[in-house]
């Protein structure tokens, strides 16, 4: 992709799990600052979609409130986050975004970004990446 193939400026997503059940106001607070600054930009809360997947699963929901659970959860976990990530950087493709920002509020989402931005990477390879 070229320079002037962009869509928008600035893609936002919030990285799971947090343990909430509502929107996270950081991300909506950097969105509205960049356009503010006059910047085109798109949000899209994945700790909330992914909580959305998993909400009608009561045994697997303590993950987003833990930091680990059992073997016998774990593959199940595994598989609906690999849906939720490959539904996740389909978004952000088809928005082709210059800047992609992924915000992070704790050591334990580091456990779907090292799943997500390998992925992402190979996927959107003209976009730039943003952690924090």
Request: with cysteine.
């Amino acid at each position: 992709m070229r320079e002037g193939e962009f869509l928008i400026d600035l893609f936002i997503g919030a990285i799971p799990p947090v343990g909430v059940t509502a929107p996270l106001p950081g991300p909506a607070l950097v969105c509205a600052a960049a356009k503010k600054a006059g910047l085109s930009t798109k949000q899209f809360d994945f700790n909330l979609d992914f909580f959305h997947r998993i909400k009608h699963r009561s045994e697997l929901i303590e993950w987003m409130n833990i930091d680990s659970f059992g073997e016998d959860r774990s593959c199940d976990m595994e598989t609906l986050l690999d849906d939720a990530i490959e539904s996740w950087i389909q978004s952000i493709v088809k928005a082709r975004p210059r800047w992609v920002g992924l915000s992070i509020f704790s050591l334990r989402c580091f456990t779907v970004l090292d799943r997500l931005l390998p992925r992402l990477r190979k996927a959107y390879p003209s976009g730039r990446i943003v952690i924090g």
